[in-house]
Nanobody
Framework: QVQLIESGGELVQAGASLRLSCATS????????MGWFRQAPGKEREFVAR????????YYADSVKGRFTISRDDAKNTVYLQMNSLKPEDTAVYYC????????????????WGQGTQVTVSS
């Protein structure tokens, strides 16, 4: 079983920064990408960022480009999402996910998911 555990979400004011972490444990699997998604109340889950596990290349949703940075620490088996200049519209539950096949922005291509961490940005 592959386990993903997110942490770092909290209540902050607009303009603040947060760093989310996603620690991976359990059985080894050949991942091709790690991604971050988010889901706000009453909305569909949406792609935020991903990093290719083979090339290390990141990719971002337009809504977070220039403000969020995804990174990885292979020694710690952890992926991070640095979020700067947070806006109220960034409020959501943030999920970490791992893909073992196609590297896309589609949630259904990600096989393993964490439980989510709440990020709330007040205006």
């Amino acid at each position: 079983q592959v386990q993903l555990i997110e942490s770092g979400g909290e209540l902050v004011q607009a303009g603040a920064s947060l760093r989310l972490s996603c620690a991976t444990s359990g059985r080894t699997f050949s991942r091709t990408a790690m991604g971050w998604f988010r889901q706000a109340p009453g909305k569909e889950r949406e792609f935020v960022a991903r990093v290719s596990w083979t090339t290390g290349r990141p990719y971002y949703a337009d809504s977070v480009k220039g403000r969020f940075t995804i990174s990885r620490d292979d020694a710690k088996n952890t992926v991070y999402l640095q979020m700067n200049s947070l806006k109220p519209e960034d409020t959501a539950v943030y999920y970490c996910a791992a893909a073992g096949g196609s590297v896309t922005t589609n949630s259904y291509d990600y096989s393993y998911w964490g439980q989510g961490t709440q990020v709330t940005v007040s205006s």
